[in-house]
Nanobody
């Protein structure tokens, strides 16, 4: 079981980044979660792959977009208007439901730094 992430990096405030996640199989829910220094991991955006319904944290709504490309079996997180507070390690996760407590498969994480 594996989720392979790519993307991330360093960007100036107001900039954009795109994260990608390629799973090794099908998962009912996939999402992006982040952990900032000293804080618990939190949900950022998630998608139910069966119907494409999406969910966003209030702090990123309108700035981030989660999407899936079924032809490439890839999950994306397009991040725009990045703030310093968006800095953290972003994890791709998967599970039966789009709630943090039900996410049981994790990628290795990718660092996003906004300065």
């Amino acid at each position: 079981v594996q989720l392979v992430e790519s993307g991330g990096g360093s960007v100036q405030r107001g900039g954009s980044l795109r994260l990608s996640c390629t799973p090794d199989g099908y998962y009912y829910c996939m999402g992006w979660f982040r952990q900032t220094s000293g804080e618990d991991r939190e949900g950022v955006a998630s998608i139910y792959t069966v119907d494409g319904s999406t969910y966003y944290a209030a702090s990123v709504e309108g700035r981030f977009t989660i999407s899936q490309d079924t032809s490439k079996n890839t999950l994306y997180l397009e991040m725009n208007s990045l703030n310093v507070s968006d800095t953290g390690v972003y994890y791709c996760g998967a599970g039966p439901y789009c709630s943090l407590s039900y996410i049981n498969i994790w990628g290795q994480g990718t660092q996003v730094t906004v300065s």
